[in-house]
T-cell receptor, first 114, second 116 residues
Framework: EAGVVQSPRYKIIEKKQPVAFWCNPISGHNTLYWYRQNLGQGPELLIRYENEEAVDDSQLPKDRFSAERLKGVDSTLKIQPAELGDSAVYLC????????????FGPGTRLTVL | AQSVTQLDSHVSVSEGTPVLLRCNYSSSYSPSLFWYVQHPNKGLQLLLKYTSAATLVKGINGFEAEFKKSETSFHLTKPSAHMSDAAEYFCVVSGPEGSSASKIIFGSGTRLSIRP
């Protein structure tokens, strides 16, 4: 069974440019998470979806970040415009449902903003 | 509200000696607790989880953790360290289980180094 797929794996952009990340969760997993992991820190949840509904986006900087999961399967996370401080690894994870279930993580997208 | 604190940012042990990675949590309800491991350039992998069943939880690769409600702790242990255990370890608290209001919080991580 395929794991969580993310693309691209690496992205280098200049500040003020837009960038998008894509995630395809494990088949059948209705909960999808986007995290940001800064160097030397633990992942920080940005947004959590239950199917196509964003049920927790309290940590998403909504002035520049947006996300969608239109058909309740794959998802995109966008930053526009990017800032220097957005350099981080963006992780996508999925689980069967929220709560006490194991999350399966993708390899992440390493974003560098110059 | 809930939070998680990993008490050591870096732990170094000799190969073959015991490992102890400490984690304290705070939660206003009965939480689910997890330990994840992140090897360099690899994705996060679940080691073990506690979800209100047995307080001593056994995970993969010989790791185990004990849930102590009175101490609000969930420390990770392994009797004998192996070189392949060198990685970053994260303690995670989430809950309440099954609720759309459930929150997920990662600790700041503990880097485990193994000396030959």
């Amino acid at each position: 069974e395929a794991g969580v797929v993310q693309s691209p794996r690496y992205k280098i952009i200049e500040k003020k440019q837009p960038v998008a990340f894509w995630c395809n969760p494990i088949s059948g997993h209705n909960t999808l998470y986007w995290y940001r992991q800064n160097l030397g820190q633990g992942p920080e949840l940005l947004i959590r979806y239950e199917n196509e509904e964003a049920v927790d986006d309290s940590q998403l900087p909504k002035d520049r970040f947006s996300a969608e999961r239109l058909k309740g399967v794959d998802s995109t996370l966008k930053i526009q415009p990017a800032e220097l401080g957005d350099s981080a690894v963006y992780l996508c994870a999925s689980s069967l449902e929220n709560g006490g279930n194991e999350q399966f993580f993708g390899p992440g997208t390493r974003l560098t903003v110059l | 509200a809930q939070s998680v604190t990993q008490l050591d940012s870096h732990v170094s042990v000799s190969e073959g000696t015991p490992v102890l990675l400490r984690c304290n949590y705070s939660s206003s309800y009965s939480p689910s607790l997890f330990w994840y491991v992140q090897h360099p350039n690899k994705g996060l992998q679940l080691l073990l989880k506690y979800t209100s069943a047995a307080t001593l939880v056994k995970g993969i690769n010989g790791f185990e953790a004990e849930f102590k409600k009175s101490e609000t702790s969930f420390h990770l242990t392994k009797p004998s360290a192996h070189m392949s255990d060198a990685a970053e370890y994260f303690c995670v608290v989430s809950g309440p289980e099954g609720s759309s209001a459930s929150k997920i919080i990662f600790g700041s991580g503990t880097r485990l180094s193994i000396r030959p």
